[in-house]
C-alpha cells in the first residue's frame, strides 16, 4: 500500500502498539509504502484529500473527506479493500 502526496501534507501512520511507523510533513510527489508486515497500521492527516492511497498500482478512494482531519483510520491493504467493498451509505439517521 503506498501513499502519495499530491500538495503538501502532514501524516503520521502507525501500528496497533502505538510505534510510529513514519511521520512528517510530505511534500507533492513524495511517497510512503505502509510496510507489508506492520499490524494494523493505522493513520492520523490533517488533509486526506491531498494524499492518494494505492495498492499494487491501483488507485482507492479518498482516506476521508476534504479538508477534515482523519485518525485511527485503517490503512493495511485488508482494511483499504474492505472499505472499497462497502456500499455507499444513503445517509439514513
Known amino acids: 500500500m503506498t501513499l502519495t502526496a499530491t500538495d503538501t501534507v502532514w501524516v503520521r501512520v502507525y501500528d496497533a502498539n502505538k510505534k510510529r511507523l513514519f511521520e512528517k510533513e510530505m511534500q507533492a510527489g513524495e511517497k510512503f509504502d505502509v ?22 498500482g491501483k488507485t482507492l478512494a479518498p482516506l476521508g473527506p476534504p479538508e477534515r482531519a482523519i485518525s485511527d483510520v ?20
Do not use: H, K
Request: aromatic share 0%; net charge negative.
Open 35 to 56: 510496510p507489508a508486515d506492520a499490524i494494523n497500521p493505522m493513520i492520523n492527516t490533517g488533509r486526506p484529500q491531498v494524499l492518494t492511497v494505492s495498492i499494487g
Open 74 to 93: 485503517g490503512v493495511s491493504a485488508a482494511a483499504l479493500l474492505a472499505r472499497e467493498a462497502e456500499p455507499a451509505s444513503e445517509g439514513v439517521a
